[in-house]
């Protein structure tokens, strides 16, 4: 891949304020466009095929996988989570600063491949039980799916030190702000420019 785009990469415990602190960004960051994952999910009441993901059924999603449509992919909480190939493609390539809502696996996958465009961040709760508060508020998902994010929340914690940065979402405002100095800050990236390149001209001129 050789566009000038960056990628922004969100991780944390489902229930951080992942989406909200999103949605801020994509507003206040006039370069910046959302990678819409696919998931074979059910979709929630407040969501939108298309635009907080594409919806999509176990065969469908399988299909994509075996013809190579997928950057990374990973099974969250028992369902199946997918970042398009082409459409990062696409994004980068068009200098976008490109938000990725992914989970630990995936942002293990994707760090492999692609380093040199990544900021990471882990974004948090205070504690377990503020997440647990969270999930029971949102009301979006039955007794057992809560368990299932809490519990997995628990094995995620465990990769706060693969990333770059850190942003405990206890206040709203403090979270986007320190979200908002990283997000800009990430599009200039030293490694996305060809440095060798760029001090050679910088000599000859
Ligand atoms: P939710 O079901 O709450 O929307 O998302 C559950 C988890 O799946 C979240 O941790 C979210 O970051 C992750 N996720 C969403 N899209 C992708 C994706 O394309 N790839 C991976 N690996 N994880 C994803």
Do not use: C
Not at 71 to 97: C, M, P
């Amino acid at each position: 891949m050789s566009g000038v785009g960056a990628l922004l990469v969100i991780s944390g415990p489902s229930g951080a304020g992942k989406s909200s602190l999103i949605r801020e960004l994509l507003k206040q960051i006039p370069n910046a466009a959302f990678s819409i994952s696919t998931t074979t999910r059910q979709k929630r009441e407040d969501e939108v095929d298309g635009v907080n993901y594409y919806f999509t059924d176990k065969e469908s999603f399988q299909k994509e996988i075996d013809e190579g449509a997928f950057l990374e992919w990973a099974n969250v909480h028992g369902n199946f989570y997918g970042t398009s190939l082409r459409q990062i493609e696409k994004l980068l390539n068009d200098g976008k600063l490109v938000i990725l809502d992914i989970d630990v696996q995936g942002y293990m996958l994707l760090r492999e491949k692609l380093s040199r465009y990544i900021t990471s961040v882990f974004l948090t709760t205070k504690s377990r039980e503020d997440l647990k508060t969270r999930l029971l508020l949102r009301q979006s998902d039955s007794q057992e799916v809560i368990e299932k994010r809490l519990k997995n929340a628990a094995t995620e914690m465990a990769y706060i030190k693969e990333y770059r940065y850190l942003v405990i979402n206890d206040d709203f405002k403090t979270a986007l702000a320190q979200m908002l100095n990283i997000a800009r800050a990430a599009l200039n990236k030293r490694a996305l420019t060809d440095t060798d390149k760029f001090t050679k001209t910088w000599v000859e001129s």
